[in-house]
């Protein structure tokens, strides 16, 4: 059973930063790729960045500039470096990992952004 544990949410001041960290509890080569995603209330779920296994990174629109995600290939982590927040990223961010048909959520971080 794969484990995805995300950390590093919090409250912050808008024009903050935050970097949140998904840990995979196996390689996180043997996914397809991983991402974060983020659900604010009354909102679907919704991609905010992912990285394939080759490295590829792909971003929201609303986040493209603010937000990088980069792995640490040893630690079998990955990272959401969130920098200039806004209020409009309050959200509860979760992990997501795929590998082939399987996919895998954390439990979910949440992060408050005040205006």
């Known amino acids: 059973q794969v484990q995805l544990v995300e950390s590093g949410g919090g409250l912050v001041q808008a024009g903050g930063s935050l970097r949140l960290s998904c840990a995979a509890s196996?390689?996180?080569?043997?996914?397809?790729?991983v991402g974060w995603y983020r659900q604010a209330p009354g909102k679907q779920r919704e991609l905010v960045a992912r990285?394939?296994?080759?490295?590829?990174?792909t971003y929201a629109d609303s986040v493209q500039g603010r937000f990088t995600i980069f792995r640490d290939n040893a630690k079998s982590t990955v990272y959401l470096q969130m920098n200039s927040l806004k209020p409009a990223d309050t959200a509860v961010y979760y992990c997501?990992?795929?590998?082939?048909?399987?996919?895998?959520w954390g439990q979910g971080t949440q992060v408050t952004v005040s205006s």
């Open positions: 990285i394939s296994k080759s490295g590829t990174t």
């Open positions: 196996r390689s996180i080569f043997s996914f397809n790729a």
């Open positions: 997501n990992a795929i590998a082939g048909p399987q996919e895998f």
